[in-house]
Nanobody
Framework: QVQLVESGGGLVQPGGSLGLSCAAS????????MGWYRQVPGKQRELVAV???????NYADSVKGRFALSRDNAGNTVDLQMNSLKPEDTGVYFC??????????????WGQGTQVTVFS
């Protein structure tokens, strides 16, 4: 069983900063990708930032230069530092990971979601 446990998020005014953290635990052979998506009501879940093992980090164009994703040395935790937040960054942020449970089984896993609200 794999779990993604999220922390962080909350309320902030435009221009402020917030941090999100996600830790993966359980039956993990390797993590190929890990990061964050977000979703607002009525819209599809969209990529925010995902780090791919050996292939760098992908950021949504809307967050480039403002958000920074980092991964710990063990590779099981990612932190998203969000700066210069805008009202359009508001949404539920979901931790995402593509994990090999063993050499033959793999899948996509999601956290429970954490709310980020940017209001003036």
């Amino acid at each position: 069983q794999v779990q993604l446990v999220e922390s962080g998020g909350g309320l902030v005014q435009p221009g402020g900063s917030l941090g999100l953290s996600c830790a993966a635990s359980g039956s993990i052979f390797s993590i190929n990708a890990m990061g964050w998506y977000r979703q607002v009501p009525g819209k599809q879940r969209e990529l925010v930032a995902v780090v791919n093992s050996g292939a760098g980090t992908n950021y949504a164009d809307s967050v480039k230069g403002r958000f920074a994703l980092s991964r710990d040395n063990a590779g099981n935790t990612v932190d998203l530092q969000m700066n210069s937040l805008k009202p359009e960054d508001t949404g539920v942020y979901f931790c995402y990971a593509y994990i090999h449970i063993n050499q033959r089984e793999w899948g996509q896993f999601w956290g429970q979601g954490t709310q980020v609200t940017v209001f003036s």
